[in-house]
């Protein structure tokens, strides 16, 4: 059974602050990685997608990845209340890059 | 340019009835998903099409069927809907030769 987990919310930062998301996978063939922003009621938005080991960024955000530990982890720079959101985690494996979800964690930036 | 359509918005279905949730990309893409999302938790994916004409199971196959019906739309049917499959449900689809999916809005489902 292929898992993704990430580390138990509820997150509450301040605004300004640095929020940390971690995830961790069981797959070992799993390619790619994603993170999703979901906010209430919507659908999970595309934020950040990673493929090798090290850190990539994109703004305020960055994404690291360590393949020999099979961990992910979402840094959020200079939080904003905007940022408040579910943010899930997701790793992609198979012919046709199925992605196998976390159960996502809640991330509250406080004004 | 749409992107991703679901129909309908929401649906209230009674234990036993049948219904078909629908999904359209505008996008060209490949390849489409059918996810479902229990409340606090992650996605789950149903049935995924690698092409037109293809579908393969996901990991919670049972009590859907679906259909690729050209390369625009995948449909996702409840044959005989059960409480257990009150859910959000989500159609995605990803371009060939790139890793991520885009999701549609989403259809909201409760069987009571």
């Known amino acids: 059974q292929k898992e993704v987990e990430q580390n138990s919310g509820p997150l509450s930062v301040p605004e300004g602050a640095i929020a940390s998301l971690n995830c961790t996978y069981s797959d070992r063939g799993s390619q790619s990685f994603f993170w999703y922003r979901q906010y209430s009621g919507k659908s999970p938005e595309l934020i950040m997608s990673i493929y090798s080991n090290g850190d990539k960024e994109d703004g305020r955000f960055t994404a690291q990845l360590n393949k020999a530990s099979q961990y992910v982890s979402l840094l959020i720079r200079d939080s904003q209340p905007s940022d408040s959101a579910t943010y899930l985690c997701a790793a992609s494996a198979g012919s046709a890059r199925q992605l196998t979800f976390g159960s996502g964690t809640q991330l509250t930036v406080l004004p | 340019n749409a992107g991703v359509t679901q129909t309908p918005k929401f649906q209230v279905l009674k234990t036993g009835q049948s219904m078909t949730l629908q999904c359209a990309q505008d996008m060209n893409h490949n390849s489409m998903y059918w996810y479902r999302q229990d409340p606090g938790m992650g996605l789950r994916l149903i049935y995924y099409?690698?092409?037109?004409?293809?579908?393969d199971k996901g990991e919670v196959p049972n009590g859907y069927n679906v259909s690729r019906l050209n390369k625009r739309e995948f449909s996702l049917r409840l044959e005989s809907a059960a409480p257990s499959q009150t859910s959000v449900y989500f159609c995605?689809?990803?371009?060939?030769?790139?890793?991520?999916?885009?999701f549609g809005p989403g259809t909201r489902l409760t069987v009571t």
């Open positions: 995605a689809s990803r371009p060939t030769g790139v890793e991520e999916q885009y």
């Open positions: 099409s690698a092409s037109e004409g293809t579908t």
